[in-house]
């Protein structure tokens, strides 16, 4: 990974971890948590997460900004929605993702834990 890229490089956060091959720096800022996401080239919700978290589609909102790369959504609807930097992204939950092209995908998000939906206002599920 390229560490001279302020976007990929080691950072000071509240917490750091790996899930699945992504990268996940957390720090809190009141109530919301700003993440930087790191999906690497290749990643894929069905190959690398599904079974760690034991859901067949991911549960949880996303709201940020793709600051490099692109990942496309499938909902549960089959609605594919890609999402390629630069671009604000409201996912709602119900969906699963890949990283498309080789180049690793980097989301900055905002979140409140489990209550992500209700407090930014998300619908429950993937509306057209």
């Known amino acids: 990974m390229n560490t001279t890229d302020p976007l990929l ?5 509240d917490e750091h971890r790996e899930l699945g091959g992504v990268q996940v720096d957390v720090s809190r800022a009141g109530n919301v948590r ?7 080239p290749g ?3 069905a190959s690398h997460l599904s079974a760690a978290v034991g859901s067949k589609l991911c549960m949880h909102a996303h709201v940020g900004f793709m600051a490099r790369g692109q990942i496309n959504v499938r909902f549960a ?16 939950p119900g969906h699963e993702g890949w990283v498309v092209g080789d180049e690793p995908a980097v989301l900055i998000e905002f ?5 992500t939906v209700d407090r930014v206002g998300l619908p429950q599920v993937h509306r057209h």
């Open 9 to 13: 490089a080691p950072m000071q956060a």
């Open 34 to 40: 700003v993440k930087r996401m790191i999906y690497p």
């Open 43 to 45: 990643f894929n919700w």
């Open 77 to 92: 609807d089959g609605c594919v929605v890609e999402y390629k930097a630069p671009q604000f992204v409201a996912v709602e």
């Open 111 to 115: 979140d409140f834990a489990g209550d």
